[in-house]
């Protein structure tokens, strides 16, 4: 049964046994990007969860502090209209994209194209098994593009796991045509250096510039030596997509030593990931803008040449961001939101154990004009719930919900779910609705939740890593007027101008 329940009236209390402080502690001094990336590269569950924990858990699911396992509550502004089951991809489900009436599911396992023009019944168009992770999935026109950071056999469909090694092993970016969503084809792939963790697409009329976003170098990588302080980018041309190319490696934090510039982690920052490579991007191709989350460092950069972007501005936050993960301009393109993937996804970091400023939003000012701006720190957003010592939660992916001159956002945390918030004051950001589901287990941490929570034409969707694909909707005076904007396609990592 769903139940609606106020987040004020959630007690916070959660997470302080020893056991807890100790795993979180142990948790927070691994490097978050090497020991658990994103989930689908974590266990499915993990030991060293207490007996006390256990117990302190079983308790607050007793007194109603928390959710019941796999029990759905949601704030009263949201209604969930359905969840579809994962089907023929059993693996973890990951990013989201659209493109008129059809939504595309990412799964490590290959993607999954929905017909959402009845957004209460989603039905399957089709399902395409192409191994390889985290398949981090966007679209453009005819073209469908889908990342591989994963040590594959070759670059096929068929590939098998292989280690990293080996000389003939494959990552990079593949690339399908979609003119015929119930039969996509593989038309092209492009290896590029350390794969491909995420990407972004700069669309243009002729050709799709895509920004490869990769990370982590290490010795036993033969294509993926340091210092690796940039990213790929790929040109694919519209009408001879086969032809895609690698036309460029910029460097975006140049510097001496054999790892190049940017954060130099630990042990000059603790807790702090080593800037080796940029986590994901996001441009603006309307204001010629992109913010790149690149581990231990958040930059702003001008895309005017796209095959050559330029660092405008660089920030650390070496108090309280581990690993910058992902960005979000406000549509004015005067703030962007940065998220920090504290504990690399895998961890449970939504807790009192932690606070409200690890594992959470960086909210930042962008002051002054053109490539003389600068970031500006103004506060940070986590969910105010508390999650049990066996959700992994933290900040994730999520994108805005456009209303004219408000900063309104949805965005997934794993398992503390879908939160909607307010970010007009850059200085004191608040929630106004939330989704979510009890933990997985009592016992263990088992990874799951929300991978991706986008607003797209009057609804949210949610890429649950678990349970599936699920469609809410959201009834807010605050979020109506949102309605009326209709997208024909929509990336979130390429944001498009809502207002034009």
Same mark, same amino acid.
């Given at each position: +049964?769903?139940?609606?329940?106020?987040?004020?009236?959630?007690?916070?209390?959660?997470?302080?046994?020893?056991?807890?402080?100790?795993?979180?502690?142990?948790?927070?001094?691994?490097?978050? /990007?090497?020991?658990?990336?994103?989930?689908?590269?974590?266990?499915n569950?993990?030991?060293?969860?207490?007996?006390?924990?256990?117990?302190?858990?079983?308790?607050?699911?007793?007194?109603?502090?928390?959710? /019941?396992?796999?029990?759905?509550?949601?704030?009263?502004?949201?209604q969930?209209?359905?969840?579809?089951?994962?089907?023929?991809?059993?693996?973890?489900?990951?990013?989201?994209?659209?493109?008129?009436?059809?939504?595309?599911?990412?799964?490590?396992?290959?993607?999954r194209?929905?017909?959402?023009?009845n957004?209460?019944? =989603?039905?399957?168009?089709?399902?395409?098994?192409? =191994?390889?992770?985290?398949?981090?999935?966007?679209?453009?026109?005819?073209?469908?593009?889908?990342?591989?950071?994963?040590?594959?056999?070759?670059?096929?469909?068929?590939?098998t %796991?292989?280690?990293?090694?080996?000389?003939?092993?494959?990552?990079g970016?593949?690339?399908?045509?979609?003119?015929?969503?119930?039969?996509?084809?593989?038309?092209?792939?492009?290896?590029? !250096? &350390?794969?491909?963790?995420?990407?972004?697409?700069?669309?243009?009329?002729?050709?799709?510039?895509?920004?490869?976003?990769?990370?982590?170098?290490?010795?036993?990588?033969?294509? &993926?030596?340091?210092?690796?302080?940039?990213?790929?980018?790929?040109?694919?041309?519209?009408?001879?997509?086969?032809?895609?190319?690698?036309?460029?490696?910029?460097?975006?934090?140049?510097?001496?030593?054999?790892?190049?510039?940017?954060?130099?982690?630990?042990?000059?920052?603790?807790?702090?990931?080593?800037?080796t490579? &940029?986590?994901?991007? %996001?441009?603006?191709?309307?204001?010629?803008? !992109?913010?790149? /989350?690149? +581990?231990?460092?958040?930059?702003?950069?001008?895309?005017?040449?796209?095959?050559?972007?330029?660092?405008?501005?660089?920030?650390?936050?070496?108090?309280?961001?581990?690993?910058?993960?992902?960005? %979000?301009?406000?549509?004015? !393109?005067?703030?962007?939101?940065?998220?920090?993937?504290?504990?690399?996804?895998?961890?449970?970091?939504?807790?009192?154990?932690?606070?409200?400023?690890?594992?959470?939003?960086?909210i930042?000012?962008?002051?002054?004009?053109g490539?003389?701006?600068?970031l500006?720190?103004?506060?940070?957003?986590?969910?105010?719930?508390?999650?049990?010592?066996?959700?992994?939660?933290?900040?994730?992916?999520?994108?805005?919900?456009?209303?004219?001159?408000k900063?309104? +956002?949805?965005?997934?945390?794993?398992?503390?779910?879908?939160?909607?918030?307010?970010?007009?004051?850059?200085?004191?950001?608040?929630?106004?609705?939330?989704?979510?589901?009890? =933990?997985?287990?009592?016992? /263990?941490?088992?990874?799951?939740?929300?991978?991706?929570?986008? $607003?797209?034409?009057? $609804?949210?969707?949610?890429?649950?890593?678990?349970?599936?694909?699920d469609?809410?909707?959201?009834?807010?005076?605050?979020t109506? =007027?949102?309605?009326?904007?209709?997208?024909?396609?929509?990336?979130?990592? %390429?944001?498009?101008d809502?207002?034009?």
């Open positions: +049964m769903t139940l609606l329940k106020d987040p004020r009236t959630r007690h916070r209390r959660l997470g302080v046994a020893a056991a807890a402080v100790g795993l979180m502690a142990a948790l927070l001094t691994a490097h978050p /990007a090497i020991a658990t990336p994103d989930p689908g590269d974590a266990p569950a993990r030991e060293g969860v207490s007996r006390a924990t256990q117990e302190e858990v079983k308790e607050a699911i007793t007194e109603g502090e928390i959710p /019941a396992q796999d029990e759905v509550v949601h704030s009263a502004n949201i969930h209209l359905t969840n579809i089951p994962k089907d023929l991809l059993p693996g973890t489900n990951s990013d989201l994209a659209f493109q008129g009436k059809y939504a595309f599911a990412g799964n490590y396992d290959g993607f194209i929905f017909d959402i023009s957004p209460k019944a =989603p039905k399957t168009v089709s399902q395409v098994l192409c =191994p390889g992770s985290q398949n981090d999935i966007s679209v453009s026109g005819n073209l469908l593009f889908l990342s591989t950071d994963s040590s594959r056999s070759d670059d096929s469909c068929n590939s %796991t292989q280690p990293v090694t080996e000389k003939s092993s494959w990552e970016m593949k690339v399908f045509d979609i003119s015929d969503k119930r039969n996509p084809k593989y038309v092209a792939a492009v290896e590029t !250096a &350390c794969g491909s963790h995420t990407h972004t697409l700069v669309p243009e009329r002729k050709n799709v510039y895509v920004y490869v976003s990769s990370y982590s170098p290490n010795a036993a990588y033969p294509d &993926c030596q340091p210092p690796h302080d940039g990213i790929s980018v790929i040109k694919v041309p519209r009408k001879a997509p086969e032809k895609a190319a690698v036309v460029g490696f910029p460097v975006l934090f140049p510097g001496e030593g054999p790892d190049g510039g940017g954060n130099p982690g630990a042990p000059t920052n603790p807790g702090v990931s080593k800037t490579g &940029c986590h994901d991007i %996001t441009v603006l191709p309307s204001e010629d803008l !992109a913010a790149g /989350a690149c +581990m231990g460092d958040g930059i702003l950069m001008s895309i005017k040449d796209p095959e050559h972007p330029k660092v405008i501005d660089q920030v650390q936050d070496n108090v309280n961001f581990a690993f910058w993960h992902s960005a %979000t301009f406000n549509q004015t !393109a005067k703030k962007v939101v940065f998220t920090d993937e504290l504990g690399g996804g895998g961890g449970a970091t939504c807790n009192e154990a932690i606070g409200p400023n690890r594992g959470a939003n960086g930042y000012d962008i002051v002054g004009k490539e003389k701006s600068k500006v720190f103004r506060s940070y957003y986590k969910i105010p719930r508390h999650q049990a010592d066996t959700e992994n939660c933290v900040a994730h992916n999520g994108s805005l919900i456009p209303v004219k001159g900063d309104l +956002m949805v965005q997934a945390w794993y398992q503390g779910g879908v939160s909607v918030w307010e970010f007009t004051d850059s200085a004191k950001p608040k929630e106004i609705a939330y989704f979510e589901r009890g =933990p997985l287990s009592t016992s /263990a941490l088992v990874t799951g939740g929300s991978w991706s929570a986008y $607003y797209y034409n009057g $609804y949210i969707y949610s890429n649950d890593i678990a349970k599936g694909f469609v809410l909707k959201i009834d807010d005076r605050r109506d =007027p949102a309605k009326k904007i209709r997208l024909g396609e929509l990336n979130v990592q %390429t944001q498009p809502y207002f034009d």
